[in-house]
């Protein structure tokens, strides 16, 4: 059984000699489709990476679900299709353990667990966040812990896994799709009307309410650079799919809303006090004197590190990968080590320009 990777490129062709090195290697992956979305660089150059590359141009950016739905219609001729963003980096393998798995489960998606740099130390968040809004929104600050709480169980739960096992929701940043099943009708993997943003978990949730399983292997691992194409217009466009989603599935809208926590609301809850890191730079090193080896530590968007990326510590101290920084989006993180038992040690700020 073979497969056909799709990656969709929109400048961010940087991240594509190292990603096509690891899918030459993988025996499973038939051929490299690239569907370039207007990129400036151009097909020759894309088709020039590697003998097994084909390139589908289009003159435009027609958004990553309706590239996505074309290439598989019109490209695509291997009954399973490994969908990657072009800023991942799998661990060699990877295509193989998912191919497999997916045969031996019958998954119509099946997904890798990810990490967010290159060295592996930092653990990405299972894709979370579209669950029914039955249960009223946490407002006050002990009900907002109590929820960030059951997230990061959560969490730790998903990486705790050793076995293949099923998830709600996986991220469209890498899926194996058997595309060659009967629900993808024609080659419709996702929703067209979602430009980008949102399509994975609306394909999701139309595989779940149709009995389909959705699994995740943890013996196959990618990093995922995260968010690295061209930022101009990525607020509107998840705006708007925000609102596409939320239009199509009414009863899923209000929790995906994060809850609000200010720094004090949170520097009482944690009953420590928030310290402005300053400017995030490569190599930043935080330190806490209580902090021991096997510690967590956890970088969020806000503070209350709904979602976070872990990653594990060796002693009283952790240094940011090298790459990392300049990898973030701008504006405002968080960062805090943690115990197993959950007692917070330390909790910065810090500003990333």
Known sequence: ???????????????????????????????????DNGSSCGAAALQA??????VHAFSENIGFGAAVNTCVQQDVQTPYTLLLNPDTLPVPGFADR????????????????CYLDAERRFRLPPFNGYVPGEAAMPILPAEVLAHARAWTAFYENYWAQQSAFEEEFVSGACMMLHTAHSFFDGGQVFDPRFFMYFEDADLCLRARQAGFRIVTEPAAEVTHFWDQSPRSSKGSYMAAAQQQFFAKYPDYGPHFFMPALSIPDAEALYGVSCTDAGELSAGKLFHAEDARAGDYFELGINAIFIPFAQAVMTDSSFRLPDGLAEKLPQGSCFFRIRSPQNKIRAFWTSTKR
Do not use: D, W
């Open 1 to 35: 059984m073979r497969a056909t990777a799709l990656i969709i490129n929109y400048h961010t062709e940087a991240f594509l000699p190292a990603l096509i090195k690891v899918l030459e290697q993988e025996s499973c992956i038939k051929e490299i489709l690239i569907g």
């Open 49 to 54: 990476l590697s003998p097994k590359v084909r």
């Open 98 to 113: 998912l191919l497999e798995t997916a045969l031996k489960t019958g998954a119509l998606i099946t997904a890798p667990r």
